[in-house]
């Protein structure tokens, strides 16, 4: 289970975005979009007793509740993808970037390389979080279109991350222990992920440390 918010699409001050609707939903299972997208709430992950407001209240409080989750750490660097987000374009390929949750991996293989990002400390150990989702668009004749959010398992991709500004690159998966060798640690962190599947999209990334 997750907790799907759906965030207005239209608002013009995007960090001021109403929240629209929130669904609660399996493993797998659609949640229309309308004029919204989604912010994911992990079932793992509190936010605390008192209802988020808007965009910018719910995405504080969805990350210092992921780094909550993982008592042994105390620092979290986050990509939400709800701005456009801090891409390499030189090393990336196949990709649409946009902002609202639209940044989109196109093609087999697709590759999303961040621009690199300084960490507060050089983390000898970290755990790497991603969402990944697919937006399936229907047209139906004689009929209204939508748009449908799925949620999709990270693992088709693989993720790759550095953290000495891409010299060398560590291979991980969602929510595994990364223990990082002496010679490849520091604060200058790197995303990439190659994607598998067409058309897949990026919901955040998150470095634990």
């Not at 987000?85 to 030189?90: F, Q, S």
């Not at 507060?120 to 939508?146: K, M, V, W």
Request: charged share 15%; glycine share 8%.
């Amino acid at each position: 289970m997750s907790t799907h918010y759906l965030i207005d699409a239209t608002t013009p001050v995007l960090l001021n975005s109403e929240i629209n609707d929130v669904r609660h939903v399996g493993v797998f299972e659609q949640t229309t979009l309308g004029g919204n997208f989604v912010i994911r709430l992990a079932d793992d992950v509190s936010i605390g007793p008192v209802d988020p407001v808007d965009l910018t209240d719910l995405l504080t409080k969805k990350y210092i509740g992921l780094l909550a989750s993982h008592p042994l750490y105390t620092n979290i660097a986050v990509e939400s993808f709800v701005s456009a987000p801090g891409v390499d374009l030189v090393n990336s390929s196949a990709i649409a970037v946009g902002d609202r949750c639209t940044t989109t991996l196109l093609g087999v293989p697709a590759v999303f390389q961040s621009s690199m990002a300084t960490l507060a400390a050089s983390p000898t150990q970290a755990l790497i979080i991603i969402e990944t989702f697919y937006n399936e668009a229907e047209d139906p004749i004689g009929d209204r279109g939508s748009r449908a959010y799925t949620e999709l398992d990270p693992s088709v991709g693989t993720c790759d991350v550095s953290f000495d500004n891409g010299s060398t690159f560590l291979t991980t998966t969602s929510g595994a222990l990364l223990n990082i060798p002496v010679p490849n640690q520091g604060s200058q962190f790197i995303f990439r992920f190659t994607g598998t599947f067409a058309n897949l999209s990026m919901g955040s990334w998150a470095v634990i440390y």
